[in-house]
């Protein structure tokens, strides 16, 4: 029985921070968390403070840092980017943050 099974302790069937990454590295955040960015990624339109979901989490290798791919939702539910960042743009959300709307510029 592996990390992705239904019955996995953490009860969700998903990696969670914490759990082992493929390759034996440690995942800094869980899968299908929801994290805020903290830095402008201007090409896809997104500032600092949206706040997306993880997808997917690359790990660090060689030069490359470590990373992950987000996916970000409009307002109504509808995906508007999927953008790979790296971990040192996203932080977790809290419960203590409220969530706000803004219109998007389009390109």
Known sequence: MGPHDLD???GRGFPQA???HP????????????VVLTQDV????LRAGDVGVIVEHYPARADVPEGYELE???????????VSVPAAVVREATE????????MARA
Do not use: C, K, M, W
């Open 72 to 82: 970000v939702f409009a307002a109504n539910g509808e995906t508007i980017a999927v």
């Open 8 to 10: 996995h302790p953490h």
């Open 18 to 20: 914490g759990d082992s």
């Open 96 to 103: 203590r943050e409220v969530l706000s709307v803004r219109d």
């Open 42 to 45: 201007p090409e896809d339109g």
């Open 23 to 34: 390759g034996g590295e440690t995942i800094t955040l869980a899968l299908y968390q929801r």
